[in-house]
């Protein structure tokens, strides 16, 4: 097995378990970029959100609701920022699906998911609706 994060599902490399049930599993990121940065992992192997079967979707979805509850029951931030990093191009590293909780604190210096990309269309967005009608 040769995906990091089937390992630690695996038990074949520790974790730091924020929370855990059947489906998934939610853990201390080694190298956080804030305190109580967490990752929360579905147990089966999917590469990204479109990979992952949606009967796998919804139990994932109500973990990463219930490791932000514990985060914020145990780190006590005043905000969070949760997202993925979904794809190469969007600079995902670990291929298996992973929602980042990241703690934040007034006057922590981050910036918001603004910060992340600035380059807009050059369809204005009116156009980009045609495409979705
Ligand atoms: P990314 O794929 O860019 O969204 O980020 C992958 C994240 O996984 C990074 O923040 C890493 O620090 C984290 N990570 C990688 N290996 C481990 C590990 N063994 N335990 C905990 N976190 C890890
Ligand atoms: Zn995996």
Redesign the pocket.
């Known amino acids: 097995m040769t995906c990091?994060?089937c390992?630690?599902v695996a038990k074949e490399?520790?974790?730091?378990t924020v929370y855990e049930d059947s489906h998934a599993l939610a853990?201390?990121?080694?190298?956080?970029?804030a305190q109580g940065?967490t990752?929360i992992i579905p147990k089966v192997h999917a590469g990204t959100l479109l990979d992952l079967p949606d009967s796998e979707a919804a139990a994932w979805s109500l973990a990463v609701k219930r490791a932000l509850e514990r985060v914020d029951q145990i780190i006590h931030p005043d905000g969070f920022n949760v997202g993925?990093?979904h794809g190469e191009a969007a600079?995902?590293?670990?291929?298996?699906l992973?929602m980042?909780i990241i703690p934040r604190f007034r006057a922590d210096g981050g910036g918001s998911m603004h910060s992340i990309i600035e380059a807009p269309s050059h369809l204005p967005v009116e156009e980009v609706a045609k495409l979705f009608a």
């Open positions: 990091i994060f390992r630690i490399i520790p974790n730091y853990f201390l990121d080694i190298q956080p970029l940065h990752v993925l990093n600079g995902q590293a670990v291929a298996h992973h980042h």
